[in-house]
């Protein structure tokens, strides 16, 4: 029975990979005359090792192929074990290609300048990001500062970080900080009354005012949310877009070309191979703009600021 599951999982791949081929020759013929394919000998992407893509040989494979196929040169994927060492691969450009988390790219912007934002996913809800909100209970009306609000860890982005940032800016009053280890445990203080509100975040859709409350922590366990008082938003963060596929500007312009049209068609002609991608999102790519980024940039200089301050201690 394994096997047998083993090889239907191996199909599925194979089917992935064929759809994908399929795009890539049409593709190919588009961009015949790009010069790219006689200046890049070959292009190295890199991918963090606990991406979905990278845990199975067979869908490495089905991803490197269709970028080699599309792009008609050699192609390797190389895997990282962090995103530290995915920074550190793309900025001192043994990579040329990688795909990013938000904090990650901003950390390598911010590290070398060295790279750019080609395509940025979008969720299936239409979300091409997310806001950190703080939220409290709508009979409350003290002020900010004299708050109970609780929080998951300081490794959370939305839940910490970007909060804290907001807090030693000014543009955001210093609340009475709860910490509770997790986002479940955030909700579980909520409902007992312990704190007043928490933060958390919101889907960034395009055109939406992104005050659905319904969308906390892109609706995961609404139940225990909608179980308790219900909330009202005090405050958002400017908007973080999820995060990118970037290429080393030491790399030709038109070579950037391609590698957005292929991801761009490919939510059409290779849906396989964007869910190979894209495990959480459903909604093909967008092109980032020049100032997408600059907000988590501020963030990573702000903790690399912090961190330097405290080894200099």
Excluded at 10 to 32: D, E, K, S
Excluded at 55 to 78: G, H, M, Q, Y
Excluded at 229 to 249: E, K, V
Aim: proline share 6%; aromatic share 8%; net charge negative.
């Amino acid at each position: 029975m394994v096997m047998i599951k083993r090889i239907v999982g191996l199909a599925g791949c194979f089917r992935a990979l064929g759809a994908a081929a399929i795009w890539a020759t049409v593709f190919c013929a588009a961009t015949a005359r790009a010069d790219y394919r006689e200046s890049v000998p070959i292009l190295r992407i890199g991918l963090v090792e606990t991406h979905v893509a990278a845990t199975d040989p067979v869908k490495l494979e089905a991803v490197r192929r269709a970028f080699a196929d599309a792009l008609s040169i050699p192609v390797e994927i190389i895997k990282l074990g962090s995103y530290t060492a995915l920074i550190d691969a793309h900025a001192s450009g043994r990579v040329g290609y990688a795909i990013h988390s938000a904090k990650s790219f901003a950390a390598t912007d911010a590290a070398c300048g060295c790279v750019r934002a080609l395509r940025s996913p979008v969720a299936a809800d239409g979300s091409t990001g997310f806001r950190s909100v703080l939220v409290a209970r709508e009979g409350v009306n003290r002020p900010v500062s004299e708050l109970r609000v609780g929080y998951s860890d300081e490794a959370s982005v939305s839940g910490w970080q970007i909060p804290r940032q907001a807090i030693r800016s000014g543009s955001l009053d210093q609340p009475v900080l709860v910490r509770a280890g997790s986002v479940s445990s955030v909700i579980e203080l909520y409902q007992s009354g312990q704190v007043d509100g928490f933060f958390a975040w919101l889907p960034d859709i395009p055109g939406d005012q992104g005050s659905d409350i319904a969308r906390l922590f892109g609706g995961w366990n609404q139940a225990g949310i909608s179980s308790a008082d219900p909330l009202r938003i005090l405050w958002s963060s400017q908007p973080i877009r999820y995060g990118p596929h970037a290429m080393h500007r030491s790399l030709p312009d038109d070579l950037g070309e391609a590698l957005g049209s292929f991801l761009d068609g490919m939510p059409n002609s290779a849906p396989g191979l964007l869910d190979l991608l894209e495990p959480a999102f459903a909604g093909g790519y967008i092109t980032p703009g020049p100032d997408d980024y600059r907000s988590v940039r501020g963030l990573v200089e702000a903790l690399s600021d912090q961190q330097s301050a405290i080894t200099l201690q």
